[in-house]
């Protein structure tokens, strides 16, 4: 007869009805076999690395400088090189905020004065002193140091706001501060504070 159903077996249904009937009165207790394939298992499990489930935190790469006894930092990615300073050349006319210019690979490049920028004390240019030169808005210029300490590297979120004892007169141009106390300054604002331009009339 087409279509007919196969014959049950009977034996197997009873042995897994068995099977079922003893694992409930166990508990669920797992057979020898079972445990240790799970023992054997259980190691490679803990050797293999955890996934973080957090974003990458991201990386504040700074070239920090001393100023009148205090710690700034510049964002690495506007810095274009650190340079001793040399050879200073006073512009007429200029602001005091700039010390004057050096010559920069061939090209004249203004050199700000940032303790009169945040209000910093200070006066002259002590021995060792350097330029850091960088870009931003569209211009290139250099930013007066008593020294440069060197390079770090910090999570974008270490940096906190700036405390009033660093504010001074111009906390706009500080992004904030970092857990070691190094004042990281905006560079973009700096270069458009009006402080900066040369009144080019000759009186």
Not at 149 to 176: C, F, K, S, Y
């Amino acid at each position: 007869m087409s279509g007919a159903r196969p014959a049950l077996d009977w034996q197997e249904a009873y042995a897994r009805l068995e099977r079922a009937r003893q694992a409930l009165e166990s508990g669920g207790e797992r057979s020898p076999e079972e445990l240790r394939r799970t023992l054997r298992e259980r190691p490679r499990a803990l050797a293999r690395p955890r996934e973080d489930p957090r974003p990458p935190a991201e990386t504040l790469e700074l070239v920090v400088f001393s100023l009148a006894g205090e710690r700034y930092g510049i964002e690495t990615a506007r810095v274009l090189e650190v340079i001793p300073l040399r050879d200073l050349t006073s512009v007429p006319s200029a602001p005091a905020i700039i010390l004057g210019v050096v010559n920069y690979r061939g090209r004249i490049l203004p050199v700000l004065d940032c303790r009169r920028l945040l209000a910093l004390a200070g006066e002259g240019i002590p021995e060792g002193s350097q330029v850091v030169a960088v870009h931003a808005e569209g211009m290139t210029f250099g930013l007066f140091t008593t020294g440069v300490e060197g390079v770090v590297r910090i999570g974008a979120d270490q940096v906190a706001p700036v405390p009033l004892t660093l504010t001074g007169a111009h906390p706009a141009l500080l992004r904030g501060v970092t857990g070691a106390m190094v004042a990281v300054l905006d560079l973009d604002a700096l270069a458009r504070d009006p402080r900066i331009v040369v009144n080019e009339e000759v009186g």
